[in-house]
Nanobody
Framework: QVQLVESGGGLVQAGGSLRLSCAAS????????MGWFRQAPGKDREFVAA????????DYTDSVKGRFIISRDNAKNTVYLQMNSLKPEDTAVYYC?????????????????WGQGTQVTVSS
């Protein structure tokens, strides 16, 4: 099994930045795809970004392209989401997830392991 724990959320003014971290433990010897999802109250959970094990491949949803950067440090078993130029519409609970499939996917159903989430609130 894989355990994921997010951190780094908080309250930030519009235009500011936050860096989320996701620490993995447990069965981490597989080459997992790592992803970030978010969910606002009353909204469906949506894909934000994903990264391959090597870090050579990434994918982002259109609304965050050019503002967010996903990265990973396998030596520390940690994946990051650097969020810049934050907007009020970015406000949501952000979840880290892991998938054992061999390609990047935006579908939450392809991710078997999930963290508990961290709240990000962007004020106008």
């Amino acid at each position: 099994q894989v355990q994921l724990v997010e951190s780094g959320g908080g309250l930030v003014q519009a235009g500011g930045s936050l860096r989320l971290s996701c620490a993995a433990s447990g069965r981490i010897f597989l080459r997992y795809i790592m992803g970030w999802f978010r969910q606002a109250p009353g909204k469906d959970r949506e894909f934000v970004a994903a990264i391959s094990w090597s870090g050579s491949s990434t994918d982002y949803t259109d609304s965050v392209k050019g503002r967010f950067i996903i990265s990973r440090d396998n030596a520390k078993n940690t994946v990051y989401l650097q969020m810049n130029s934050l907007k009020p519409e970015d406000t949501a609970v952000y979840y880290c997830a892991a998938s054992s499939q061999g390609w990047i996917t935006s579908s939450p159903y392809e991710y078997a392991y999930w963290g508990q989430g961290t709240q990000v609130t962007v004020s106008s």
